[in-house]
């Protein structure tokens, strides 16, 4: 089938846990260039959502981004430094003494103190963190899941659009080259034509040996004989059908297609003779060109 490397998809899912944004941008590429940015807790998840992307994507340069925000409030734990409070209530009952202070220290007092109070977050239990972590590895997955079904649908859009304009051409391309045929034909009946009177008029003047102008003539019209490149030619056009019709990624082999179709057109103008000819396989290769331009954006 025919679908386009080019696409972009964009989603957020929200729920109690967390607020998960994935954003996937795919370009062309000849063959499959992945690129994850995770944050670095979802470092475990990413040989997933490798495969995930591959079950969906053929070729192409991928950049998927996922970013991650919380929605529960962090559990804290404030912690006294007691040898630092110590020193400091000696300090401040020596300047009562002295008359420099006068009253007790209040819980206001020791916010001025950085060094008094630690405020850090408190650790989860391993098992439960590592629960949480997994429920956050599914649904991630499961983001970036329906972020790629969204990706597939756009690429697929862009692809049925390929698909008219390359199967348009590929019409023009075989009405051109049953034209060239033809054109070939017309031409090789007026050599044979034009052959066969020069030979009458050797045998009236009994000039030629006919068996080895009869031998001449038969090499020079099959060297100029189109057939095999006809037959070969249709019968790249009825592959390229076939493959574009596969559910399969084809876009590879419909450039190595093109190729042959374009080699087939070269030895068909060596061969052929006259100038209808030379004109027809012109705009035949400015098709093809054409076809392989639009192929490169194939997935």
Not at 111 to 125: D, M, W
Request: with cysteine; charged share 30%; net charge negative.
């Amino acid at each position: 089938m025919i679908k386009s490397m080019t696409g972009f998809a964009s989603l957020t899912h929200d729920d109690e846990g967390a607020a998960i944004a994935v954003t996937i941008r795919s370009v062309n590429h000849r063959f499959l260039d992945l690129q994850l940015r995770l944050p670095p807790s979802l470092a475990a998840v990413e040989p997933r959502l490798r495969s995930l992307v591959q079950e969906h994507v053929a070729r192409g340069r991928i950049e998927v981004a996922v970013s991650v925000q919380g929605r529960r409030a962090p559990s804290l734990e404030v912690e006294l430094n007691e040898p630092f409070l110590q020193a400091l209530a000696g300090a401040l009952a020596r300047a009562r003494e002295l008359g420099y202070v006068d009253g007790p220290m209040t819980p206001g007092d020791l916010l001025r103190f950085p060094q008094a109070l630690a405020i850090r977050e408190r650790p989860e239990g391993s098992a439960d963190a590592g629960e949480e972590g997994a429920r956050l590895g599914a649904r991630v997955e499961g983001a970036v899941a329906a972020a790629l079904t969204d990706l597939d649908a756009m690429r697929s859009r862009e692809g049925n659009y390929l698909r008219v304009e390359l199967d348009s051409r590929r019409t023009e391309i075989s009405r051109l080259f049953a034209r060239i045929a033809e054109a070939a034909e017309a031409a090789l009946e007026g050599m044979r034509a034009r052959l066969a009177e020069r030979v009458r008029e050797l045998r009236a003047e009994a000039l030629a040996d006919e068996a080895l102008v009869a031998q001449e003539i038969a090499r020079f019209v099959g060297r100029s004989d189109i057939t095999e490149e006809v037959v070969r030619f249709k019968g790249h056009v009825e592959h390229w059908q076939a493959l574009t019709d596969s559910p399969e990624a084809c876009g590879r082999k419909l450039d190595f297609l093109l190729q042959e179709m374009n080699r087939e057109v070269n030895t068909t103008g060596s061969k052929a003779e006259g100038p209808a000819v030379s004109e027809l396989i012109v705009s035949l290769k400015a098709e093809l060109e054409k076809m392989r331009e639009q192929v490169q954006n194939v997935e």
